[in-house]
């Protein structure tokens, strides 16, 4: 399941909805915040946009990719957009599966390639008023190309 939205979520109310649907033998939750993207300079606000459709669609692929390669029983992303304060969550990443190994690795890669391949676009605001867009980074792109090479994964 994907979800874009403005509004806040609770991660442990999405947590208890994904483990009541499933029998899982691991759910493995990842929780992103807004936090400092300048060495130098404190972050007031992240202004978050998105392509709306294409957006879901992308993270919806990014979801079925990794429940086929690592057996994921189910995945759930909420990724919020809008003006956000310092602090706040941005993003929930759950991953349901029979073996733990397989859901870090689902939920590992979800997260990668959301940073690279999802339609966001993220304008920072510094305390002292300065606005500009965050660029994505190589080491993120790098990682994610990881991804793309032949599994080395050890059995399950």
Known sequence: MVIVQEADF???DLLAQLRGRHAAGAIVTFTGYVRDYSDDAATKTL???HYPGMCEREIDTICATAQARWHALE???VHRVGRLQHKEQIVFVAVASAHRGN???ACEYIIDA???RAPFWKRETLDSGESFWVQQHSADADKTA???AP???PPT
């Open 10 to 12: 609770n991660a442990a």
């Open 47 to 49: 202004f978050l946009e």
């Open 75 to 77: 995945t759930l992303v």
């Open 103 to 105: 859901a870090f690795r």
């Open 114 to 116: 959301l940073k690279t």
């Open 146 to 148: 990881l991804w793309d």
């Open 151 to 153: 599994p080395t994964d």
